[in-house]
């Protein structure tokens, strides 16, 4: 069965630092990635998504995550934080039989500082 | 394109009533489902429909029931609504294709309900 963990529920960072938001993942045969984000009062969007090959993913705002199948891991990175990036961040894992497979992790909600 | 929308956008109800939250997409996709959000549960999947009639159960389905008589719409009912159904819920919907489009799911903006 799928699983997704996310590290921390929330995360704290100064604008302008390197924002890390952590997602690990159990799938019994090679999974989809997504990371979705959330702006307050509004639905998910697409950040971005690993299927296969390149296991660095470039999303989009400056986001991009690397697919590590060896640690089950797809973190989330920005190498410097910008006020707008305040938002709530949502890993999930599909494995590939329809979108009603997708599990999502429970979310990180990311703070910037000025 | 308008993506996907939902109808209302917040409504308060007290236990007993019923309502139907109605979600609608104009990008022609063929998948289509429903969500609930609570705070750190992340999204979990009530109903979901492959195509135009036709319907499935999720992760949650106790309580809801679904329609999809169009293609472009998905009707979520609550028959008697408890307060455990305080919520926000997402529609969301995907194309048919294969691979990674078949799961990259769009979402609507949400409707907040509150049961008393």
């Known amino acids: 069965a799928q699983s997704v963990t996310q590290l921390g529920s929330h995360v704290s960072v100064s604008e302008g630092a390197l924002v890390l938001l952590r997602c690990n993942y159990s799938?019994?045969?090679?999974?989809?990635l997504f990371w979705y984000v959330q702006y307050p009062n509004q639905g998910l969007q697409l950040l971005l998504k690993?299927?296969?090959?390149?296991?660095l993913v470039k999303g989009i705002n400056g986001f991009e995550a690397e697919f590590k199948k060896s640690e089950t891991s797809f973190h989330l990175t920005k190498p410097s934080a910008h006020m707008s990036d305040a938002a709530e961040y949502f890993c999930?894992?599909?494995?590939?039989?329809?979108?009603?497979?997708?599990?999502f992790g429970a979310g990180t909600r990311l703070f910037v500082k000025a | 394109n308008a993506g996907v929308t939902q109808t209302p956008k917040f409504r308060v109800l007290k236990t007993g009533q019923s309502m139907t939250l109605l979600c609608a997409q104009d990008?022609?996709?063929?998948?289509m489902y429903w969500y609930r959000q609570d705070p750190g549960m992340g999204l979990r999947l009530i109903h979901y429909?492959?195509?135009?009639?036709?319907?499935a159960k999720g992760e949650v389905p106790d309580g809801y029931n679904v329609s999809r008589l169009k293609k472009q719409n998905f009707l979520l009912g609550l028959e008697s609504a408890a307060p455990s159904q305080t919520s926000v819920y997402f529609c969301?919907?995907?194309?048919?294709?294969?691979?990674?489009?078949?799961?990259?799911?769009?979402f609507g903006p949400g409707t907040r309900l509150l049961v008393l």
């Open positions: 969301a919907s995907s194309y048919p294709g294969q691979g990674v489009s078949r799961e990259t799911q769009y």
């Open positions: 799938s019994s045969v090679p999974p989809y």
């Open positions: 690993y299927t296969t090959g390149a296991t």
């Open positions: 999930a894992v599909s494995e590939g039989t329809g979108g009603f497979k997708t599990i």
């Open positions: 990008m022609n996709h063929e998948y």
């Open positions: 429909s492959v195509g135009e009639g036709t319907t």
